[in-house]
């Protein structure tokens, strides 16, 4: 069974940095392309960056280039999203999932707000 647990959101000020975490299980890990999403309030799920199965390629939406910078542990079946410069419109909730997959995980809330 196809799994991924978003772990790390919470509630920071503006300027501020989150790392959020996914684990993933029930596939091969080290073969799969990861992707992150968010959904803010009243709008659609958007793409916000995605690595490739060796790590050295990365792409990120045009929104978060620069700020938000991606990782992966292949041998603990893990992905990784470091935010930076924090922006209240960043506000939504965060999911992992891999290429050639339509399973979601329950996400994890991140809230920007002073």
């Known amino acids: 069974q196809v799994q991924f647990v978003e772990s790390g959101g919470g509630l920071v000020q503006p300027g501020g940095s989150l790392r959020l975490s996914c684990t993933a299980s029930?596939?091969?890990?080290?073969?799969?392309?990861m992707k992150w999403y968010r959904q803010a309030p009243r709008k659609e799920r958007e793409f916000v960056a995605r690595?490739?199965?060796?790590?050295?390629?990365?792409d990120y939406a045009d929104s978060v280039r620069g700020r938000f910078t991606q990782s992966r542990d292949n041998a603990k079946k893990m992905a990784f999203l470091q935010m930076n410069d924090l922006k209240p419109e960043d506000t939504a909730v965060y999911y992992c999932?891999?290429?050639?997959?339509?399973?979601w995980g329950q996400g994890t809330q991140v809230t920007v707000d002073s």
């Open positions: 999932t891999a290429d050639g997959f339509t399973t």
């Open positions: 690595i490739d199965v060796t790590g050295r390629r990365r």
């Open positions: 029930g596939f091969d890990f080290r073969i799969a392309s």
